[in-house]
Protein backbone atom coordinates (compact mmCIF):
# COMPACT_ATOMS: atom_id res chain seq x y z
CA UNK A 1 0.00 0.00 0.00
CA UNK A 2 3.06 2.60 0.76
CA UNK A 3 3.41 2.74 -3.13
CA UNK A 4 -0.69 3.60 -3.83
CA UNK A 5 0.03 6.51 -0.83
CA UNK A 6 3.73 7.99 -2.43
CA UNK A 7 1.88 7.98 -5.76
CA UNK A 8 -1.20 9.72 -4.51
CA UNK A 9 0.77 12.55 -2.23
CA UNK A 10 3.49 12.67 -4.75
CA UNK A 11 1.64 12.25 -8.38
CA UNK A 12 -1.46 13.38 -7.77
CA UNK A 13 -0.97 16.08 -5.20
CA UNK A 14 -3.48 14.81 -2.75
CA UNK A 15 -3.37 13.03 0.71
CA UNK A 16 -5.15 9.74 1.38
CA UNK A 17 -6.46 9.04 4.59
CA UNK A 18 -7.07 5.40 5.58
CA UNK A 19 -9.77 3.78 7.01
CA UNK A 20 -9.91 1.57 10.27
CA UNK A 21 -11.24 -2.01 9.81
CA UNK A 22 -14.79 -1.95 10.56
CA UNK A 23 -15.82 1.35 10.03
CA UNK A 24 -17.23 0.30 6.33
CA UNK A 25 -20.31 -1.02 8.34
CA UNK A 26 -20.71 2.64 9.74
CA UNK A 27 -20.44 4.43 6.75
CA UNK A 28 -22.45 2.41 4.19
CA UNK A 29 -25.31 4.53 4.41
CA UNK A 30 -22.80 7.67 3.46
CA UNK A 31 -20.94 5.73 0.69
CA UNK A 32 -24.66 4.31 -0.48
CA UNK A 33 -25.53 7.80 -1.19
CA UNK A 34 -22.47 9.21 -1.98
CA UNK A 35 -22.07 6.71 -4.38
CA UNK A 36 -25.00 6.44 -6.24
CA UNK A 37 -24.95 9.64 -7.52
CA UNK A 38 -21.38 8.99 -8.80
CA UNK A 39 -22.48 6.27 -10.32
CA UNK A 40 -25.20 7.85 -12.79
CA UNK A 41 -23.37 11.02 -13.33
CA UNK A 42 -20.31 8.89 -14.34
CA UNK A 43 -23.12 6.72 -16.65
CA UNK A 44 -24.59 9.81 -18.11
CA UNK A 45 -21.34 11.38 -18.62
CA UNK A 46 -20.32 8.19 -20.67
CA UNK A 47 -23.48 8.15 -22.25
CA UNK A 48 -23.64 11.40 -23.39
CA UNK A 49 -20.01 11.57 -24.73
CA UNK A 50 -20.74 8.17 -26.80
CA UNK A 51 -24.00 9.22 -28.28
CA UNK A 52 -22.39 11.90 -29.81
CA UNK A 53 -18.44 10.31 -30.55
CA UNK A 54 -17.08 7.19 -31.63
CA UNK A 55 -15.62 5.23 -29.14
CA UNK A 56 -11.66 5.44 -28.37
CA UNK A 57 -9.39 3.28 -29.76
CA UNK A 58 -6.67 1.44 -27.23
CA UNK A 59 -6.37 1.00 -23.75
CA UNK A 60 -4.51 3.72 -22.69
CA UNK A 61 -7.44 6.20 -24.69
CA UNK A 62 -10.23 4.80 -22.84
CA UNK A 63 -8.89 4.89 -19.60
CA UNK A 64 -8.25 8.62 -19.79
CA UNK A 65 -11.62 9.13 -20.78
CA UNK A 66 -12.61 7.01 -17.91
CA UNK A 67 -10.94 8.66 -15.67
CA UNK A 68 -11.98 12.19 -17.27
CA UNK A 69 -15.56 10.67 -16.78
CA UNK A 70 -15.28 10.16 -13.08
CA UNK A 71 -13.15 12.85 -12.39
CA UNK A 72 -16.10 15.37 -13.84
CA UNK A 73 -18.68 13.26 -11.75
CA UNK A 74 -16.42 13.72 -8.27
CA UNK A 75 -16.53 16.91 -9.07
CA UNK A 76 -19.98 16.98 -9.77
CA UNK A 77 -21.08 15.53 -6.43
CA UNK A 78 -23.47 17.89 -5.02
CA UNK A 79 -22.34 18.64 -1.48
CA UNK A 80 -26.13 18.18 0.12
CA UNK A 81 -25.60 14.51 -0.98
CA UNK A 82 -22.53 14.08 0.47
CA UNK A 83 -23.95 15.91 4.11
CA UNK A 84 -26.85 13.80 3.99
CA UNK A 85 -24.87 11.04 3.77
CA UNK A 86 -23.01 11.61 6.63
CA UNK A 87 -26.09 12.47 8.85
CA UNK A 88 -27.67 8.90 7.69
CA UNK A 89 -24.27 7.23 9.05
CA UNK A 90 -24.88 9.21 12.00
CA UNK A 91 -21.73 10.95 11.42
CA UNK A 92 -22.44 14.67 12.42
CA UNK A 93 -20.05 17.23 13.59
CA UNK A 94 -21.76 19.23 16.44
CA UNK A 95 -20.87 22.04 18.01
CA UNK A 96 -19.95 25.61 17.95
CA UNK A 97 -21.01 27.13 14.17
CA UNK A 98 -19.77 30.86 13.07
CA UNK A 99 -22.65 33.19 11.22
CA UNK A 100 -22.76 31.28 7.63
CA UNK A 101 -23.16 28.11 9.77
CA UNK A 102 -19.90 26.54 9.16
CA UNK A 103 -18.53 24.18 12.28
CA UNK A 104 -15.72 25.94 14.12
CA UNK A 105 -13.62 24.70 16.47
CA UNK A 106 -10.86 25.87 18.43
CA UNK A 107 -7.12 24.11 17.73
CA UNK A 108 -5.88 21.69 20.06
CA UNK A 109 -3.76 23.40 22.64
CA UNK A 110 -0.36 21.86 22.44
CA UNK A 111 0.28 19.81 25.43
CA UNK A 112 4.13 19.36 27.27
CA UNK A 113 4.27 15.85 25.91
CA UNK A 114 3.76 17.26 22.53
CA UNK A 115 6.96 20.01 23.53
CA UNK A 116 9.01 17.21 24.60
CA UNK A 117 8.51 15.41 21.74
CA UNK A 118 9.34 18.37 19.26
CA UNK A 119 12.48 19.43 21.27
CA UNK A 120 13.86 15.77 21.09
CA UNK A 121 13.14 15.75 17.23
CA UNK A 122 15.65 18.68 16.70
Not at 2 to 25: D, M
Not at 37 to 53: G, I, P, Q, S
Request: aromatic share 10%; net charge negative.
Amino acid sequence: MAFVQNALENECCTSPEFISPGITGIVQPMDISVMRELKDLCRNYYVTYHAANDFAQGVPTRCAFVTWFVVDAMKAVREKVVVRGFAKAGIVPYGPRDADGNFVADAPEESDNEAVKEDNDK
